[in-house]
């Protein structure tokens, strides 16, 4: 086994007030490097499987219907696959987001 670790800093490039960076894909997880800057915001959209959403820098909102969970360093969201779901940067804010696909 090669442990090969991830510099989530040296993925983001800082280009524009929103960008998504896949740091990691295999066939069992995902994770995608989400910055969001200038209170850019992250559509309502959903997961074709079960993720979390872990904040690791910065300020924001993440909208679930009516509840609107406040995002700041080490805190951590999970949900189920088709929860829709909304990311605001208040005023900016990095999250790591990972996603679990179902084993083949």
């Known amino acids: 086994m090669t442990i090969t670790p991830i510099q989530l ?30 209170g850019a915001v992250l559509a309502a959209h959903h997961a074709i499987h079960p993720i979390t959403i872990h904040c690791l820098e910065g300020q924001g909102e993440l909208r679930v219907g009516e ?4 995002m700041s360093p080490g805190v951590v969201v999970p949900l189920d696959a088709h929860v829709v779901h909304e990311v605001e940067g208040k005023p900016a804010l990095v999250l790591l987001v990972t996603m679990f696909r179902d084993k083949k």
Do not use: W
């Open 67 to 70: 509840e609107v969970v406040p």
């Open 9 to 38: 800093k040296d993925a983001l490039r800082g280009e524009g007030e929103r960008e998504v960076r896949t740091v990691l894909s295999d066939e069992r997880r995902k994770l995608v490097l989400i910055a969001l800057r200038e």
